[in-house]
T-cell receptor, first 112, second 112 residues
Framework: DAGVIQSPRHEVTEMGQEVTLRCKPI?????LFWYRQTMMRGLELLIY????????DSGMPEDRFSAKMPNASFSTLKIQPSEPRDSAVYFC??????????FGPGTRLTVL | AQSVTQPDIHITVSEGASLELRCNYS??????LFWYVQSPGQGLQLLLK??????LVQGIKGFEAEFKRSQSSFNLRKPSVHWSDAAEYFC??????????FGAGTRLTVKP
C-alpha cells in the first residue's frame, strides 16, 4: 500500500493568497483526519471525516479554513485568505474503523 | 478535559543505554494511549498503543510502554538505544480512537 499521500510536500505563498492542501487516504479507510503542527501549539486536530462526512470541525481555527471530502479517496484543506500565522506543517491521517491512524508525510506551508 | 504532558522536551542518551520517556495524562476514565515517533521531515509512525488488557505493551523497534493507572502514566522504554532511534516522540491520549490529544513531544538525541 502506498500509505497516505499528501500534496504538495512544500508550499510557499504570499499572505492573502488561497492555499489548497490535498490528501489521498489509504484505500479502504473510512476515517480521515487533518492536523496542524507548530512549534508553539504542537500537534492539533483540525477536523475529521467519517465516510466522507465531517464529524468534528471544532479544531478548525477560523472561517478562513475549510475542508472537504468529495469522495472516499480525496480530501482538501483550504485556507483563504492565508496569513503568516498559518505557517505550519499540515498532516493528513486515515484509519479504518477502530484501527489506529496512519499519518501522511505532511505539507510544510510557509506564508510570507 | 483530557490532556497529556510530556515533561521532558529534550533527552540525550548514549547509544546502547536504556531509555525512558515520560508521559502523564489527565482524563476521568481509562483513555486510549499511544506513542508515535516522528523522524525529521516525516510523518508520525505508531510505535504502540494501549486500549485495555495487559498494562505492558510491546511495540515496534524494540519499544515497550507500561500503563500505570495509579500514576496516570504511560512511559515509553527501550533497553538499548540505537543511533537510528534519534527522533521526536509523541505521546497521545484519546477517549476514543478519533479525538486524540498529543503531548508536546520529546526530542531524543543519541550520542555515539
Amino acid at each position: 500500500d502506498a500509505g497516505v499521500i499528501q500534496s504538495p510536500r512544500h508550499e510557499v505563498t504570499e499572505m492573502g493568497q488561497e492555499v489548497t492542501l490535498r490528501c489521498k487516504p489509504i484505500s479502504g479507510h473510512d476515517y480521515l483526519f487533518w492536523y496542524r503542527q507548530t512549534m508553539m501549539r504542537g500537534l492539533e486536530l483540525l477536523i475529521y471525516f467519517n465516510n466522507n462526512v465531517p464529524i468534528d470541525d471544532s479544531g478548525m481555527p477560523e472561517d478562513r479554513f475549510s475542508a472537504k471530502m468529495p469522495n472516499a479517496s480525496f480530501s482538501t484543506l483550504k485556507i483563504q485568505p492565508s496569513e503568516p500565522r498559518d505557517s505550519a506543517v499540515y498532516f493528513c491521517a486515515s484509519k479504518r474503523g477502530t484501527d489506529t491512524q496512519y499519518f501522511g508525510p505532511g505539507t510544510r506551508l510557509t506564508v510570507l | 478535559a483530557q490532556s497529556v504532558t510530556q515533561p521532558d522536551i529534550h533527552i540525550t542518551v548514549s547509544e546502547g543505554a536504556s531509555l525512558e520517556l515520560r508521559c502523564n495524562y489527565s482524563y476521568g476514565a481509562t483513555p486510549y494511549l499511544f506513542w508515535y515517533v516522528q523522524s525529521p521531515g516525516q510523518g508520525l509512525q505508531l510505535l504502540l498503543k494501549y486500549f485495555s488488557g495487559d498494562t505492558l505493551v510491546q511495540g515496534i523497534k524494540g519499544f515497550e510502554a507500561e500503563f500505570k493507572r495509579s500514576q496516570s502514566s504511560f512511559n515509553l522504554r527501550k533497553p538499548s538505544v540505537h543511533w537510528s532511534d534519534a527522533a521526536e516522540y509523541f505521546c497521545a491520549v484519546g477517549f476514543n480512537n478519533n479525538d486524540m490529544r498529543f503531548g508536546a513531544g520529546t526530542r531524543l538525541t543519541v550520542k555515539p
